[in-house]
Nanobody, 121 residues
Framework: QVRVEESGGGLVHPGGSLRLSCAAS????????MGWYRQAPGHERELVAV???????TYADSVKDRFTISRGDDKSTVTLQMNNLKPEDTAVYYC???????????????WGKGTLVTVSS
């Protein structure tokens, strides 16, 4: 069993930056990928950025060149650095982890409770 817990989030002005962190506990050695997904009101949960245990990364087109995902040396923590934030980035951000080789939303087995990011002037 794996547990994930997010920290960070909050209110930021457009153009500002935020950092989200996620810590996994339990059977972390079984995890193939960890990452961030977000859900805005009235929208489905979508992939933001994911990193695999081999270090491969995947980003949504909408966040490329603005967001960076990285992980700790112990591979149980993942950080999402978000720069040049836009109002359309406003959403609840969820950390997810999976043992599956797939990183699609449906493949995520373990979810955190989510943290709200609001981008507004």
């Amino acid at each position: 069993q794996v547990r994930v817990e997010e920290s960070g989030g909050g209110l930021v002005h457009p153009g500002g930056s935020l950092r989200l962190s996620c810590a996994a506990s339990g059977s972390v050695s079984s995890i193939n990928a960890m990452g961030w997904y977000r859900q805005a009101p009235g929208h489905e949960r979508e992939l933001v950025a994911v990193i695999t245990k081999r270090g491969g990364t995947t980003y949504a087109d909408s966040v490329k060149d603005r967001f960076t995902i990285s992980r700790g040396d112990d591979k149980s923590t993942v950080t999402l650095q978000m720069n040049n934030l836009k109002p359309e980035d406003t959403a609840v951000y969820y950390c997810g982890a999976t043992r599956s080789p797939s990183i699609s939303r449906s493949a995520i087995e373990y979810w955190g409770k989510g943290t709200l990011v609001t981008v507004s002037s």
